[in-house]
């Protein structure tokens, strides 16, 4: 007889298809809350059988969908070789009674604690699940997983299930099953993960927290220093009441400052980290902390440089709209008229206009290439070389076109005194000295034995004497010193 | 004998080497149509041995691969364990003379009814297809793969093919083939679910039509109001003509009333639900099914309604490019000439655009925040909170923020006369009628009686005497008041 | 005794649970550089026992995560199946020594050539490898992934892993393992495509290049073009100085002519491919090459046209902030004032404006759309009469909107003698012709006669004596005309 195909073989490993069971897979479920619901609805909708062992089936049964047959906890555990347990961690022990009759199944903890309970217990729920049932198989599943999520169904199919525990076979029977519900299983190792699994829920997009914070300190400090400069100063020594710039001119002279000085710190670790490999003179020494750490949000701080260069870029187009605008533009042609002057033209200053408008519209442009390419969907489809060619190679093209856009808009300004207020420089030349301090340090870097010994280092030469000592997951990021 | 691997041992049931059969599984294939030829393709491509059935070999020969061997119908289905069923549903008849050879084996139905065959026939092809072959076991998949997707191979790896069939292991097998080749099964019970799945290609973005034809029509309906109060009155009144408005200012006028209308239409829903369930005192009843489908398009509403804005900050932008604006800013300059007028200054005029520009660009920004975040690869890698945080959290402050804006827009025009045009109020002050009732209505549930009522609601809390009835799937969806 | 699931069963072929391996599977690692670590990291993660082969186990242990066991080569490779190969090609000879052990095994080529060795040899690693041990079983996979991504993890999980090899076991075997270190495997085939598979990570958006140079190439001609028009021949002619039209106005005309050409390039291979099927009478015959790889390079075209067209209307809003602009303004109104005129409106000019913006604002709209739907993973989510409607028929309306914004901006200056500079026409006719052919063709083909054979042809259908003739993988794109 022919057998061509995996899974025919699987299960039919004695040649007869006679005694394939013709019959769902049998699951049990412990609890009637929302998912335990949401979790037999799709069981059922994937083609398992469902048993749901409740307190009180009677009550339950109307909650659960029809094909799932609902019954006491002792006869719905007794049968399937799986059992979700989908009830909260302090019932876990009201479920010891069923232990004789669970010994050698596999329990699937799906549960996630609150953020009161993730502090205050230091054992995971599915650990304290496991320490409670010695004789079962625990694996963490499923919590991931939204209720939500899981009645969606085929539409969330990518969706992640995140599985750990200690035993290798029940956890490869747990992802095949989230695999034929639909969902992506990923192996997370053993059930001391299980901590780790469930803060996952718990958290609020960690990895965009410092970005923010900083994104917004920035912004504060520069609207300030903009404020004195452009609002301040005019009324104090002047005595001109400019403070109509607050909502929209001061916040336009602010968001360059802060989309700048983000683009430049994208770029700044990585030529720390080749400025420390080239002194220690190898690649295989942990970097400091907040080195590492700092690699690793290159691409959140790029995203939030583009998103501010955006908004410049929408607050710009906002300036010919305001009332303010309409009436310089009247005031100063009555000026014209009453001066008697004819002609209005200077022609430096045309020039200056019309070439920093357009290598701003530029750096925008290169900038919107490198956010798209950031996107997860983007991102997976493209090989290394090429996302390092788009975030390194066109980041760094966008880095040296917003400098040459800043140079342009400051023009000559920082050399003439009366643009120095209350002895404060114009805020394009403080924006100007990171990015070019970069610029200046990749260019070293390109100098020949520079770049030589750099090159070497990073195929693996170390200098003789190097320290040698890498904790695994340390010693890739100053390789990648890609973007955004 | 060391067996470490999952696949090996599945190959390899008994323990010797020697049995794992070396040649590529069979698979055969009856039609020559395109998608006979691409589907030959990409098995062939991935590994497997393919058998084509033809009435005329000679003559089909050609067509496929070269790899495929083309022969008898008769000859093709006897070996292969799995028979591909390319053929239209009309001559499914045609195949009953093979109806010995294919005993037992798995047909796979991989057709697509036309629009008027899917209304015809009460039947879907693959139930037709088993009803004619009671001795084989049919599995409907593939259908929604088109031939095009079937040749790109590699390139299109993520997507899905659904698969229903009533016999649990033929759809496994069926699964493995289409992970083999590159696609993602997914399975969609039985075999009385292909109609459903047959009717999936036939889709034409079924979620976007309501919010679609919805935006629209308020898109008509604010522009015939607009065009009555800017264009219409004050030609019949004033003889004034405005026609040349038409096209762009009396749209831009219109657009942001469309968007943030249909902004304020995504929270609604949300606020009605928690409404109902206060009253009602429960969480496990059934929204009436008009809410259920409101809250179910939630992100095509809030999508649309970032459309719109979109467009209105890019109408705003071309406004000082239009010729009238010179025109009147040329026009308004000789007048004050004119006058004799020396400076041209009302500084609550100015403050009111400046802070109304101000507060439109950051609502988009907001906005085009929540858009990102609803793109599937990007939700997809989201935890529930995190998701719930910037749909409802961060759209929650687009809307207050949009409100503002509204507000600063309208400033003190809703109290003069001289603004209601045909006794029509100014435009606005309809807008802000739903968005003002939403957050008054957020606010009422933030009172400490209410809010504490509604939490316990949320967590599985009932008022005695409260209806319980609830059919799988509807009960989630009041907890999801997220959106876009 | 019940054994409901799949998995399970695998493990569990002769029904006892005891004999079940309890130990995690065991994989062997030849290398020590930063991939050999990074696997080692991440197949720990995972649940493999590994065993790293090392010449100098001392010195090499300190770089392995401790749960992996380093010893020497001939102890590493006795006892696992799978073996994985990650050295540099010099160096495979040197593991000859190592062939006894091997005699049998699974060796997984990871290794990616540079360009120079991609070009020096004919024969792949892969096969390489495999002809220095005809005994064992090569499979080529994991070179598409980085290192980086290998340590990243759980994020990355929906990266694919192109496997090829010529023994299906085997593939599967790595397949499975691919899968539970949660990437997507992917069957590339036999191990002849093993050269293919190796040059994918050497390749730099090879999809992109023809039109990105095409996009520069229509830019630098048409940028010419204009300059001579806006700049030379006003120098030449009137000894007017326009040279600061250079960096911002000369762009903006020349950005909206390669963006509407690319577009319209983007419907003239659907037209010509139509054009050839109706005159052959089949669709059964390869189009030439060039036509071939146009109709596949449509999504590239189209995604340029919109990034330029996005970048015509950055650079439009930028016009009214230029300090040019606002000297003609107040110069207007001066002269207004001198000549003693005290209305100045031009009602067509004013009504060009208007219209040609608005459907300028339309048109980007609508190319956003376009655009938005070919991201990755919004086009998976759509079936192929979605992705058809989106990309041919409201691609084709946004061709359409092009067309009527720029005949409205052309307007009347096409028949007006002082518009032909240097004898040359104004930009916007020439870039009409391709766009006006494209829709008269389309507008041909819905005659009856025409239309009626196209579908006939295209449902398969041959008129007598066409020469059939066709390679697989060539047939459909025809069918397919659809863009971006």
């Known amino acids: 007889m ?49 048993v749901v062992g409740s307190r009180n089936p009677k009550r339950t049964a109307g909650l659960f969908p029809s094909l799932a047959q609902v019954t006491f906890q002792e006869e719905a555990v007794s049968s399937p070789e799986v059992i979700f347990v989908a009830v909260f961690r302090e019932h876990y022990s009201s479920l010891c009674s069923l232990a004789d009759q669970l010994t050698g199944k596999i329990l699937v903890d799906v549960s996630n604690p609150t953020e009161k309970e993730h502090l205050q217990h230091c054992q995971s729920n599915a650990e304290y699940l496991a320490s409670l049932f010695p004789a079962c198989t625990v694996v963490k599943a499923f919590n991931v997983i939204s209720a939500w999520a899981l009645q969606a169904g085929p539409r969330d199919g990518n969706r992640q299930v995140l599985i750990c525990g200690d035993q290798p076979e029940a956890k490869r029977t747990i992802s095949e099953m989230a695999r034929t519900m639909g969902f992506t299983p990923l192996d997370m190792g053993s059930l001391a993960s299980a901590r780790e699994v469930e803060a996952i829920p718990l958290r609020l997009l960690p990895s965009w927290k410092v970005p923010t914070l900083l994104a917004l300190g920035l912004f504060v400090c520069f609207y300030a220093y903009n404020f004195i400069r452009d609002v301040l100063q005019p009324y104090v020594r002047k005595d001109e009441n400019k403070f109509y710039k607050m909502p929209l001119s001061v916040v336009n002279t602010t968001l360059p400052c802060v989309a700048y000085v983000l683009l430049s710190l994208v770029y700044l670790p990585g030529v720390l980290a080749a400025a420390l490999q080239l002194r220690r003179g190898t690649k295989y020494q942990r970097f400091p902390d907040w080195l590492d750490h700092w690699l690793q949000h290159r691409k959140q701080i790029g995203l939030l440089s583009f998103f501010f260069a955006m ?47 357009s290598l701003g519209v530029l750096a925008l442009g290169m900038l919107s290439l490198l956010a798209v390419t950031s996107l997860p969907s983007i991102a997976n489809s493209l090989n290394w070389k090429e996302f390092s060619f788009v975030q390194s190679t066109l980041g760094f093209v966008a880095l040296m076109l917003s400098t040459v856009h800043t140079l342009t808009y400051g023009w000559t300004r920082a050399f003439e005194e009366n643009h120095y207020k209350f002895y404060l420089p114009p805020t394009f030349t403080l924006t ?27 195929r693996g030469w170390e200098k003789d004497g190097a320290v040698k000592f890498v904790l695994p997951g340390d010693h890739m990021q100053g390789e990648r010193t890609s973007h955004v």
């Not at 710009?316 to 305001?322: Q, Y």
């Not at 100007?432 to 301090?437: E, R």
């Not at 340090?441 to 100098?447: E, S």
């Not at 770049?451 to 990073?458: D, E, H, V």
């Open 311 to 357: 908004l410049h870029a929408l607050y710009s187009f906002c300036l010919p709209l305001r009332r303010s605008h309409r009436y310089d533009l009247v005031n100063l042609a009555v000026k014209q008229v009453l001066a008697n002057k004819s002609r209005l033209w200077v022609e430096e200053e045309v020039w200056r206009m019309e070439i920093y408008l």
């Open 432 to 458: 100007l000295l990171l990015p070019c301090g970069i610029i200046l340090a990749k260019g070293l870097f390109l100098l020949p034995c520079l770049s030589r010994r750099l090159a070497k280092i990073r």
């Open 2 to 50: 022919d057998k061509p195909l995996i899974s025919r073989r699987l299960v039919d490993s004695d040649g007869s298809l006679a005694e394939v069971p013709k019959e769902a897979p049998k699951v049990g479920i412990l609890g009637s809350g929302d998912f335990a619901r949401s979790l037999a609805t799709r069981l059922v909708g994937s083609g398992f059988s469902v």
